[in-house]
């Protein structure tokens, strides 16, 4: 079984700041990409940030230069922490990762359950 849990969301003033964690537990033998997505009310979900294992990253072009994704490879945790929060930026935020359970696995991708997160005054 793997599990990827997230946490950090919350209401938050326009201008505010969130930092999200996902922290991915269970049997894994590597982890490659991971990433956050979002899914507003109506709309697809769609790509906010992802990091490679070696630390390469890449942003949607809404939240350049006010979020920041990073990770920690021994805690297999993933990070995003968000500045300048604007409206526009209210959706469910979703973790995802590709990963081997096994060595000769092949990737696989997991989901977290999603946390809300609301900018509003």
């Known amino acids: 079984q793997v599990q990827l849990v997230e946490s950090g969301g ?10 999200l ?3 991915a537990s269970g049997t ?8 956050w997505y979002r899914q507003a009310p109506e ?5 906010v940030a992802v990091i490679t294992s ?3 990253t890449n942003y949607a072009d809404s939240v ?3 979020f920041t994704i990073s990770r920690d490879n021994v805690k297999n945790t993933v990070y995003l922490q968000m500045n300048s929060l604007k409206p526009e ?13 096994r060595s ?4 696989t991708d997991y989901w977290g359950q999603g946390t809300q997160v609301t900018v509003s005054s």
């Open 104 to 107: 000769y696995s092949i990737i």
């Open 43 to 47: 709309k697809e979900r769609g790509l």
């Open 54 to 56: 070696g630390g390469t």
């Open 10 to 19: 919350g209401l938050v003033q326009p201008g505010g700041s969130l930092r």
């Open 89 to 101: 930026d209210t959706a469910v935020y979703y973790c995802k990762a590709g990963l081997k359970r």
């Open 64 to 66: 350049k230069g006010r």
């Open 21 to 23: 964690s996902c922290a």
């Open 28 to 35: 894994i033998f590597s982890i490659n990409d991971m990433g």
